[in-house]
């Protein structure tokens, strides 16, 4: 099984401030025939689902704000957030498609300093 | 735009089976291009992978390794959903369980169903 780390455990950062959150995978996600990482970010605010934010590691998801943006490649990720909103107080996950059983990291939770 | 709704009861009595639905609205469990799964969430275990039914010309299904003597992931054409079955449940079991949609990332998700067992 892949198994995905995400670094820190939890962050709190100023309203307006950059928000960075790393994920690192065991083995490589990134599939050489089509040079695409099978990586995704996700948000989950309390008593909802998880929302998808990014895919293929840097892809941002219809409706999501452009403050969020992914990057990286092979095993090295991160998640940011380049202003900071109250909205965005929430447990952000990264989860690997590149082969099943698909696996999700610990998740990172965000809060306002 | 897909919607997945999730039914089934939120206790459960150990070493009994828990059984839940996702019927699915605006796609077909019978789409080429996605697959259609059960996930659950505890603070013990994080968000965990279940499995997954999908068609390619025929069904197939795939199951983590932690669940796969316990587990059964079911189309019904009739009715656009799919199913979840876990026996044999211990306390364990007990999470939040969602049912989703993948198109290799999980696009979209049911609203979730906390089951307890407990007796």
């Known amino acids: 099984d892949i198994v995905m780390t995400q670094s820190p455990d939890s962050l709190a950062v100023s309203l307006g401030e950059r928000a960075t959150i790393n994920c690192k995978s065991s083995q490589t996600v990134l599939y050489s025939s089509s040079d695409k990482n099978y990586l995704a970010w996700y948000q989950q605010k309390p008593g909802q689902p998880p929302k998808l934010l990014i895919y293929w590691a840097s892809t941002r998801e219809s409706g999501v704000p452009d403050r969020f943006s992914g990057s990286g490649s092979g095993t090295d990720f991160t998640l940011t957030i380049s202003s900071l909103q109250a909205e965005d107080v929430a447990v952000y996950y990264c989860?690997?498609?590149?082969?099943?059983?698909?696996?999700f990291g610990q998740g990172t939770k965000l809060e306002i300093k | 735009q897909v919607q997945l709704q999730q039914s089934g009861p939120g206790l459960v009595k150990p070493s009994q089976t828990l059984s839940l639905t996702c019927a699915i609205s605006g796609d077909s469990v019978s789409s080429n291009s996605a697959t259609w799964n059960w996930i659950r969430q505890s603070p013990s275990r994080g968000l965990e992978w279940l499995g997954r039914t999908y068609y390619r010309s025929k069904w197939y299904n795939d199951y983590a390794v932690s669940v796969k003597s316990r587990v059964s992931i079911n189309p019904d054409t009739s009715k656009n959903q799919f199913s979840l079955q876990l026996n044999s449940v211990t306390p364990e079991d007990t999470a939040v369980y969602y049912c989703a949609r993948e198109k290799h990332y999980f696009d979209f998700w049911g609203q979730g169903t906390l089951v307890t067992v407990s007796s």
């Open positions: 989860q690997q498609y590149y082969s099943t059983p698909y696996t």
